[in-house]
């Protein structure tokens, strides 16, 4: 059983980036599909993008497209979301999971959750 630990959240204006680092321990990590998800306040855990387990095949969500990039380094164990041209509507809590199976480019199967690392961008 893998678990998560996300970083790398805090303020930013407009404009400004960010890179959210998912951190795991187990012996699992290599061999799970990835994902990032994202809750803003008031709202439901939305998709935000997903990763396989090579890193070889990427899904976004359309709100994200074209600004973040998911990444995944198996070596160091970790998987990335480098976060650019934020924007007021990107903030929220963004979590990082693991799972068995990707499906019309979202994560099932989830095994494994992070606590979350907050994102703000102010306007």
């Known amino acids: 059983q893998v678990q998560l630990v996300e970083s790398g959240g805090g303020l930013v204006q407009a404009g400004g980036s960010l890179r959210l680092t998912c951190a795991a321990s187990?012996?699992?990590?290599?061999?799970?599909?990835m994902g990032w998800f994202r809750q803003a306040p008031g709202k439901e855990r939305d998709f935000v993008a997903t990763?396989?387990?090579?890193?070889?095949?990427?899904f976004y969500s359309d709100s994200v497209k074209g600004r973040f990039t998911i990444s995944r380094d198996n070596a160091k164990n970790t998987m990335y979301l480098q976060m650019n041209s934020l924007k007021p509507e990107d903030t929220a809590v963004y979590y990082c999971?693991?799972?068995?199976?990707?499906?019309?480019?979202?994560?099932?199967?989830?095994?494994?959750w992070g606590t979350g690392t907050l994102v703000t961008v102010s306007s």
């Open positions: 999971a693991a799972g068995t199976t990707i499906a019309t480019a979202r994560l099932y199967g989830i095994t494994a």
């Open positions: 990763i396989n387990w090579a890193g070889s095949i990427t």
């Open positions: 187990g012996r699992t990590f290599s061999s799970s599909h």
